[in-house]
């Protein structure tokens, strides 16, 4: 008999929580859709009730994704459920998914609560969501180092009151696999209405071994649901990968004997786009959707893998979405094919006119680069330039100077609102001059913590550079990522898309289940 594993994606709510990897209401929709392709069965939107911004981008994933279950995060109390239910109110299929802790750590020196009042919390809350939404999550934070006995009581309460999935968090990531299966058994067998619900894992990644306690928790547990992201995204060390757990369950069939729904070609194109929105890169030898992963050095493996593939090969790379890059689009291409080559990557502009605006970009970027590539695309549109929301910061030229025994210097034109600003800075090389320029007028006094540049394709110089930096600026941290040809426009762009996400002050509460 098989059984079917569920894939609970929450790339764009625990995922989210990396410092720097907040998303615009736009990105968020655009990764949903491509969630959506990739058919997981389960989308964590977000955490309705931490933000208005956070609220909306729920509710508009809920109002057109048709195919997966959305999910809203809400913690335990009545405001965050009814938030959660408000959000999701368009959806064809909704889950609240509700949290508390029990270990004794959490509950002693977070909550401030004794045992009692967390498994009365618990029962209460997961009646209120259950009169708002069919489909009820229950996880216990930091339940794998809650005591059984107490963790047993509030998961029989919670499935009295009405939970349909129980997730057991490894919240610390703190599990070891043969452990961690265990305890999840243990807590099936011990508990007498267990069987009234399907069993979820959620694991981080500081150890290492998010992925193998997942997996643990579905061979030794029984679990029959994994929390997941795409590129393992998250806080810390990250959270277990969505590509790694598939691929495991996939290629181990004979092991696990489960069915999964996954449509995994799309698993490298959705990988990319988490990537260029975050500006988390993906390092090579990352397993699955790494640009090493089917890369064959040695003289010996190359030879194998010519004669057969599976010498060497335990799973076809054009099975998870690899192909040669396709040059689809060039400058003689019309307003027409681009909007279909949109379509087709899955990228949908709300209205005519962030199309056109897109598709002056497309035209622009097609005259100094003579080969466009699907990656092209995906950052081109990612630019928050081509949103429908007005950026107060935007670059409108830039010109810089470097020479040998020269200081570099930059001249940068920019616009703050509906003020335009000239500045001319020198530094230690053009990038460096070109964002002490824009900061001499600005003096914002934020805190550069990383900048990276990366090639968004391969092979040629006429590449884009994608560079990303992250600033931080009264407690907040934000990603700003910008795309060019040119790296020191690129920058730029980065750090003045990093300056409006600062300017916007949108508020998160963080959560972790």
């Not at 107490?150 to 349909?164: N, Y």
């Not at 959620?202 to 992201?229: F, W, Y």
């Not at 990612?382 to 025994?405: C, I, K, M, P, W």
């Not at 994608?466 to 934000?478: C, K, S």
Request: glycine fraction near 8%; include cysteine.
């Amino acid at each position: 008999m098989s059984d079917k594993l569920i894939i609970f994606d929450t790339t764009l709510r625990d995922g989210e929580q990396s410092p720097g990897a907040s998303m615009t209401r736009d990105e968020k929709l655009r990764i949903a859709r491509q969630l959506e392709r990739l058919k997981v069965d389960v989308i964590e939107a977000g955490f309705a009730a931490s933000s208005n911004g956070d609220f909306e981008a729920v509710k508009a994933i809920a109002d057109v994704i048709k195919d997966s279950t959305v999910c809203s995060l809400a913690r335990a109390n009545d405001r965050d459920i009814s938030r959660a239910a408000e959000a999701l109110r368009g959806a064809n299929r909704a889950r609240i998914h509700t949290f508390i802790a029990t270990s004794a750590l959490h509950m002693e020196k977070k909550l401030r609560m004794t045992p009692e009042q967390v498994l009365e919390q618990a029962r209460l809350s997961v009646r209120f969501a259950r009169n708002l939404c069919a489909d009820i999550e229950f996880s216990p934070e930091d339940g794998y180092r809650s005591d059984v006995d107490f963790l047993c009581r509030v998961l029989e309460a919670v499935i009295d009151e009405g939970a349909t999935t129980l997730n057991i968090p490894d919240t610390v990531g703190y599990a070891i696999p043969e452990l961690y299966g265990n305890f999840i058994r243990t807590l099936r067998e011990r508990i007498p209405n267990s069987d009234k619900a399907i069993w979820s894992v959620h694991c981080h990644n500081d150890l290492g071994m998010a992925v193998a306690n997942s997996l643990a928790g579905v061979k030794i547990g029984g679990a029959r649901q994994v929390e997941c992201t795409i590129n393992g995204l998250g806080e810390r060390a990250g959270n277990c990968s969505l590509e790694e757990v598939v691929m495991a369950v996939k290629t181990r069939r004979d092991y696990f004997n489960l069915d999964l729904g996954i449509d995994t070609s799309q698993i490298v194109p959705a990988s990319r786009m988490v990537a260029q929105t975050t500006g988390f890169v993906v390092q090579p030898n990352k397993a699955v959707v790494g640009a090493n992963a089917f890369a064959h050095a040695s003289g010996i493996h190359q030879d194998g893998v010519l004669k057969a593939r599976d010498t060497y090969e335990i799973m076809r790379a054009e099975d998870v979405g690899w192909s040669a890059n396709k040059i689809v689009l060039g400058k003689l291409s019309g307003r027409n094919a681009f909007k279909q080559r949109l379509q087709d990557l899955g990228v949908e502009l709300e209205s005519e006119s962030e199309l056109n605006a897109a598709f002056v970009k497309f035209k622009d970027l097609a005259d100094r680069k003579s080969e466009i590539f699907d990656e092209d695309i995906i950052a081109l549109v990612g630019d928050e330039s081509v949103s429908a929301e007005v950026e107060h910061y935007r670059l409108l030229s830039l010109s810089q100077h470097s020479e040998t025994g020269e200081r570099p210097g930059a001249r940068v034109t920019f616009a703050a609102g509906q003020i335009e600003h000239r500045a001319v800075a020198q530094g230690n090389g053009p990038v460096d001059a070109t964002l002490k320029a824009i900061e001499s007028k600005l003096e914002t006094g934020a805190e550069l913590l990383l900048y990276s540049v990366n090639a968004i394709t391969s092979g040629s110089t006429e590449s884009q550079g994608e560079v990303t930096v992250r600033l931080q600026h009264g407690g907040r941290v934000v990603n700003g990522v910008g795309a060019d040809p040119d790296i020191v426009v690129a920058s730029a762009k980065a750090y003045l898309s990093a300056l409006n996400k600062l300017h916007s002050k949108a508020e998160r509460v963080a959560a972790q289940g």
